[in-house]
Every structure is written in structure tokens, then in C-alpha cells.
């Protein structure tokens, strides 16, 4: 691969780089000789810590229910934020200022305050002024919790992707006598939607990340919750760490490529307008879609 | 109205959460800018290890790393970063070092996406008056790149800011944790929640706006 940063390297930059490479290696080397030497001291590389994992039973009892109760949330809280986000990203476009005003202060309010506080607030607000179970109470909350969030941060795509529409399209539709309504639901969103879907998608990764704080903070049996249990039962912290780490990664990387495969798709298909969003057009450019409060307090992906 | 405040500080783990903040801030900034640097530079074992990392790293929850550095680093290993005693100390250091881990990846990928904005030319004229890849990357590229990049970064500090709340899971008295112990012991949830709310508000809004404002004006004209 050749960059612009530095040429095509001749024979004394490729002397250079072997040496950077093995001091490097050797480098890295160390350091996991270093964690494995204290792997080891520790007893976390003994076979019965590990052996666990090759039976059917801390999947069935733990890891899988864990997952899917992690997946649960995650899901349902995309699907009840979506439509919610599509509203209140709307509404910040519309030519009424008393429309527009309000639905711009909840959607920076709650993208600028922090998941954990929504959550733990959900929590005690059910236990105190609903008659939701116990059990049901933490997936209550942690739904809850994610969908106000994660609701104000799709507006702001849905919002960005459709002024990322040409203009014409606005026009044309005007032209042939389509109310303000019809323009948005049959011509502006439709195409909105498919441009969104890699920041969407995206977006889901940053949800399935959320879902650990409930089981840390207000006990929602997700995959973090059941390593503690798992741990509690087999006393094997540091590997049951590393596999429930592997199954975040295999899944969020999953969705990862899935997002980037959707925006090469649409980057190369004919038919539409070429507008693609991904969560790094939100991202990067809050100049653009900030709005009037401008905080950007997104972050989408972080 | 407010009575209920008595006998909570507030104000000191809101102080907590600055303090994270600032030091987790700085420290994902410098190792992010080396993993960066890593991510572009002419040694493919680099760049491959920084792709790895920033990989790795994104897909896993904050509050996985958070609280492994608490149940893992420091119980199994005992890595106490110099606080074995002091558990405060000892919750407090972990929390950064974990947050700077997860961050730096982020920093990583803006600071990536800055280097992509400097226009070929610019590099090309370091290569061509006889800069090496490090002088390149240092004074011509990096500069330019951290300019463009300020509101990208800004994102970043600000999701730091409400990621602090996480270090909550690992018992470092901010103020999440100590939100949670108020609402579940006073009956004015509302309002506790009203306070600290309004305590992120402000944190993050300022953020917001001030890095937005230095950042278009300092953006290179172009």
C-alpha cells in the first residue's frame, strides 16, 4: 500500500521499516509474554477455568439467555425509537415555530445527558409510580432509558438525511400539487430512510453497547450480568471477561460490516439520489446539522 | 424546595466527573494521536496493530472495559496503579485508565478522518522540499488535521463527559453514583433527577459551543 505520506519505500526506507517492524514486534511480544506470565502466576491459563466453556451449560444457562436478553433490548428499543426519532426529527423541521422550538430542546436535551442517569431515573420512577413487576422493572428501564436517547440521536440523522436530499425533489413534489404532508411521507422520507439505514444500523451497535450499564447498574440480566453469575459459579473471572468480550465484538463487529457493506451498496447503485449517510456524515459535520443549539452532543458512535 | 440537597455534595462529584473528564481528555488525546499515527505510518505491523486495536476496543461496551479493570486488572492481577489502600484512588485511576483505552480509539478515528481532509499537494510538497514520513506528519499534516477535526473531537469530549457516569460501576463517588444512593433514598425523585440533569447540561452544552465556535474559526480556509 502506498500512501501519500511517504514515498514508495527504496532500499534504505525498507531497511528502516524491517527494523521498526521487528523492534515492534519485539515490542509486542514482551508485552504478551508479560500478560501471559501473569496469566499464568495468577492460574487464569488452568484448563478447568476454561473447561466451562466447552460445555453445553454455561451457554444455556448463561451466555445465550444473556445474549438475548442483550439483543432483546437492543431490538426493541430501536424499534420503538425509530418511528419516535422519525417524529421528533420532523418536527424540527417544520415551518411552525412553536412546533419546531420545543421538539429542538427535548432532542438536545436528552442527547446531552448521559444514558445512566436516564436509566437509573426510569428505574426508580417505575418502582415508584407504576406497578411494573420487579422482574419486569430493569428491562422497563433500560428501554426506556435507550429509546429517549437514542430517539433524539435518530432525529438528528433523520433530519440530516433529508436535507441531504437534492433540492429539486422538494420542488418537483411541490409542482405537481402535493401538500406539505404528502411531499414528506411519499417523496422526502422514502428516500431519507434508505440513505439513513448505515447510520441506523450503526446506530444499533451503539444501543447494544448501552445495554451492559443496565446490567451493571440496575440489574437487567443481560451478557454482562450473566458473566458475574457464570463467574460466581465456575470462579473463572478473567476468561468468562475475555469470552463475553469475544461475543460483543463477533456481534458489534457483524453489524459493523453490515453498516459499511449497506453504504458501499447504496454508494454504488443507480437508482436514487447517491445521498448516503453514515454516522460519520452526522458526526464529523454537526456544523451542518447542529441546528440552532449546536451542541453536536451526540457523538453518535462513541 | 431544594432542602434535600443537605447532606449530599453535589457539587463534589460533580467535581469528580470534571475531573475524569480533564484527565481521561488528555490522555485518549495523546494515545489516540499515537495510534493514529500508527494507523498511517509506513510500518504495515503498525498499522495493522492499530486497526486491531480500534477494532477491538469500539465493539466492546465502556462498562465491560470499566468494570474489568476493577474485577480483573485490579482483583485477579493486582495492577492498583500505586493505590492498593486507597480504594477511592485506586477506583479513581482505573476509571481513567479505562475511559482513555476506550476513547483513544475514537480520537484514533477522527483524527484519521482529519488526515484524510488535508488536501494530497500539501503532503506531496512536504515529500517533495525533503521531509520524512515523521517530520511530514508532524509539522505539515497534523497540524492541518487537528484544525479540521476540532468538532469531530468536541463530539468525542463530550460523550467522554457523560461517559464518566460510567466509572459509577466501579463504585468512584460521581456523580451518577451518587444520584443513584439520593434517589433511592429521598423521595423528591424528580427533582434529584432535575439537578443532576441540569448538571450535564451544563457540562456538555458549553462543551458544545465553544469548541464549535474555535473550531470554525480555526478550520484551514480552503
Redesign the interface.
Known amino acids: 500500500?502506498s500512501?501519500?505520506?511517504?514515498?514508495t519505500?527504496g532500499p534504505n526506507?525498507k531497511r528502516r521499516?524491517v527494523v521498526?517492524?521487528v523492534v515492534?514486534?519485539a515490542l509486542?511480544a514482551l508485552v504478551l509474554w508479560w500478560v501471559w506470565q501473569?496469566m499464568d502466576d495468577?492460574g487464569?491459563l488452568k484448563w478447568s477455568l476454561w473447561q466451562p466453556f466447552t460445555t453445553s451449560e454455561a451457554w444455556t444457562t448463561y451466555l445465550l439467555p444473556g445474549l438475548g436478553d442483550t439483543l432483546k433490548a437492543a431490538a426493541l428499543a430501536m424499534v420503538i425509537a425509530l418511528p419516535l426519532g422519525a417524529f421528533f426529527g420532523i418536527s424540527r423541521m417544520s415551518d411552525h415555530r412553536w412546533v419546531r422550538v420545543p421538539a429542538g430542546v427535548v432532542v438536545e436535551?436528552f442527547r446531552?445527558?448521559?444514558?445512566?442517569?436516564l436509566m437509573?431515573?426510569a428505574n426508580?420512577?417505575y418502582a415508584?409510580s407504576t406497578n411494573v413487576t420487579t422482574e419486569d422493572r430493569p428491562l422497563y428501564a433500560v428501554i426506556t432509558a435507550l429509546v429517549l436517547y437514542n430517539a433524539s440521536v435518530l432525529a438528528e440523522v433523520v433530519r440530516a438525511g433529508i436535507l441531504a436530499l437534492p433540492r429539486g425533489q422538494t420542488e418537483a413534489a411541490y409542482a405537481i400539487g402535493l401538500r406539505k404532508g404528502q411531499t414528506m411521507t411519499s417523496i422526502l422520507l422514502p428516500q431519507a430512510v434508505t440513505a439513513m439505514l448505515p447510520a441506523i444500523v450503526s446506530q444499533l451497535?451503539v444501543i447494544?453497547?448501552?445495554?451492559?450499564?443496565g446490567?451493571?447498574?440496575i440489574g437487567y440480566t443481560e451478557l454482562?450480568n450473566s458473566r458475574s453469575t457464570l463467574a460466581a459459579n465456575y470462579a473463572n473471572?478473567?476468561p468468562s471477561?475475555i469470552v463475553?468480550?469475544i461475543i460483543?465484538?463477533i456481534?458489534?463487529?457483524t453489524l459493523?460490516s453490515f453498516a459499511s457493506w449497506l453504504e458501499g451498496r447504496l454508494r454504488r447503485s443507480k437508482r436514487g439520489t447517491g445521498a448516503v449517510l453514515t454516522e460519520?456524515t452526522v458526526?464529523?459535520?454537526?456544523?451542518a446539522v447542529?441546528g440552532a443549539?449546536?451542541?453536536?452532543?451526540?457523538?453518535?458512535?462513541? | 424546595m431544594f432542602d434535600f440537597l443537605q447532606g449530599y455534595d453535589v457539587l463534589g462529584a460533580f467535581w469528580m466527573t470534571v475531573k475524569l473528564t480533564v484527565l481521561s481528555a488528555l490522555g485518549s488525546l495523546v494515545w489516540g494521536t499515537l495510534l493514529a499515527a500508527m494507523r498511517v505510518s509506513p510500518v504495515p505491523l503498525m498499522r495493522g496493530f492499530g486497526t486491531v486495536y480500534v477494532n477491538i476496543v469500539r465493539n466492546i461496551p465502556l462498562t465491560v472495559i470499566i468494570v474489568f479493570t476493577s474485577l480483573g486488572l485490579a482483583d485477579i492481577f493486582g495492577m492498583t496503579l500505586g493505590a492498593a489502600n486507597d480504594f477511592k484512588a485506586q477506583g479513581f485511576r482505573l476509571a481513567i485508565l479505562g475511559l482513555v483505552g476506550y476513547h483513544a480509539a475514537f480520537v484514533c478515528e477522527s483524527l484519521r478522518s482529519g488526515i484524510n481532509t488535508v488536501p494530497l499537494g500539501q503532503a506531496e510538497a512536504a515529500r517533495a522540499i525533503g521531509l520524512s514520513f515523521g517530520q511530514t506528519l508532524r509539522l505539515i499534516v497534523l497540524p492541518q488535521a487537528f484544525r479540521s477535526v476540532i468538532g469531530p473531537l468536541a463530539n468525542v469530549l463530550i460523550a467522554l463527559t457523560k461517559n464518566t457516569t460510567v466509572a459509577a460501576a466501579i463504585g468512584v463517588a460521581e456523580a451518577a453514583y451518587l444520584m443513584k444512593s439520593m434517589i433511592e433514598n429521598e423521595a423528591q425523585t424528580l427533582l434529584i433527577g432535575a439537578v443532576f440533569a441540569f448538571g450535564f447540561v451544563v457540562l456538555t452544552l458549553p462543551t458544545g459551543l465553544i469548541l464549535g465556535w474555535l473550531g470554525k474559526r480555526l478550520a484551514v480556509k480552503r
Open positions: 500500500m500512501s501519500v505520506l511517504y514515498d519505500p526506507a521499516n521498526l517492524s515492534f514486534v509486542l501473569k495468577k487464569q436535551f446531552s445527558i448521559p444514558v445512566l442517569l437509573l431515573f426508580e420512577f415508584r451497535v447494544v453497547k448501552d445495554t451492559a450499564l446490567g451493571v447498574m454482562l473471572v478473567i471477561f463475553v468480550a460483543f465484538i456481534v458489534n463487529f459493523t460519520d458526526e464529523v459535520n454537526p456544523a447542529g443549539f449546536g451542541t453536536g452532543a451526540g457523538g453518535t458512535s462513541v
